[in-house]
């Protein structure tokens, strides 16, 4: 990699409105750096975003996480204090075909409310309230070009934007890979070293209540599933603030089954999910109907394995993070972004501090 002089700290464009980029943002917003937040999707979230349907909002991404590391654990404590988050689940369980266990997990686990994705346009409210922000939907990135003035960003239909003197990309390796792959080699290297894992969500709306599984209690809220194809069910409609909602299921197949069958239609990978769900129960047990269902495929869910590395930079002012260089979790995501975001400052702050001495 080139060594350069470092840009200054002043105008960040970051790639990604998920949490990694909206927790990047709020922290550098706090600092007084102006920053635009790019995202191909319609909405902030990513993961966390939710699928709305005229009956029900359904989690396809993160169902629930946990708070571990202690500036997390502070943020998450305002959320509650704010009704942005509730504790979910309560009861949980350990499900196969050959019956249904208790699963008893001390950790406290969490949820958005009224859905997830109710914590990441907080987010985006958030760093929005700070003067010479902005939050660019529905624009895909496709290149960077660098001039003396700065980062200059490409969309999918030519539209320039910038200059900014730092870019920070939050988006999984694969997708990174082109962005920076002309221009620092050492960031595409860890691109192309982070394999990706992928992974199919299907939901479920029902036309009635699920009956109540053998051993089971009829209020459970979650199950993770010993089954080939089949390894986690949400029910929506036990979250907090989605009471009203008819039962709705959120059913999250396992990576190796998701791999196998990654290029199969979406209403095929729904039918085989939910073949795999009724095993659950005996085979004379009536099941409500399915008045809708499909599935959504994530190319890029998780990394194949675990990375204590939560973020990468370089002296020309690119820079990397998110939960695809870690654990695949909402804390992580959020932590690598405020970590992130973090270092540029520190380094910034250092290398005035530098400059200055050096003038003397």
């Not at 202690?70 to 949980?92: K, T, Y």
């Amino acid at each position: 990699m080139t060594t350069v002089t470092s840009p200054s700290l002043s105008n960040v464009a970051i790639i990604g409105a998920g949490i990694t980029g909206l927790a990047c943002a709020n922290r550098l917003v706090e600092h007084g750096v102006a920053v635009t937040v790019f995202d191909k999707a319609r909405g902030p979230g990513g993961r966390m975003s939710t699928k709305r349907l005229d009956q029900a909002q359904l989690d396809l991404g993160a169902q629930a996480f946990t708070a571990r590391d202690p500036a997390f654990r502070d943020a998450v404590a305002d959320w509650l204090a704010s009704g942005l988050v509730a504790r979910w689940p309560i009861v949980s369980y350990q499900a196969s075909p050959n019956g249904w266990q208790l699963h008893h997990d001390s950790r406290p686990r969490y949820t958005g409310v009224p859905r997830m994705s109710a914590i990441t346009r907080h987010l985006a409210a958030r760093f929005q309230a700070h003067p010479q922000t902005a939050l660019q939907l529905a624009t895909r990135i496709e290149a960077l070009h660098r001039s003396p003035k700065g980062w200059q960003l490409q969309d999918a239909q030519g539209r320039g934007y910038g200059p900014f003197d730092h870019v920070v990309l939050t988006t999984p390796p694969p997708q990174a890979l082109p962005l920076v792959a002309p221009w620092e080699t050492t960031l595409a290297e860890a691109c192309q070293a982070r394999e990706q894992r992928s992974c199919w969500a299907a939901w479920a709306v029902l036309d009635g209540p699920l009956p109540t599984p053998p051993g089971s209690q009829s209020d459970w809220q979650m199950a993770r599933i010993e089954h080939p194809a089949l390894r986690l069910v949400s029910r929506n409609q036990t979250k907090p603030g989605r009471e009203h909602q008819p039962e709705s299921l959120s059913l999250m197949a396992h990576l190796d089954w998701s791999e196998t069958h990654l290029e199969d239609d979406p209403q095929a990978v729904a039918e085989s999910l939910w073949a795999a769900f009724t095993t659950l129960f005996p085979a004379d047990t009536p099941l409500p109907l399915r008045v809708t269902s499909s599935a959504h495929r994530w190319r890029y869910a998780q990394p194949s394995t675990a990375d204590d590395q939560l973020y990468l930079y370089s002296d020309s002012g690119l820079a990397m993070c998110g939960d695809s260089f870690t654990a695949s979790r909402v804390e992580s995501a959020w932590v690598s972004g405020t970590q992130s975001a973090q270092a540029l400052i520190d380094r910034s702050v250092h290398n005035r501090a530098s400059s200055s001495h050096s003038n003397k």
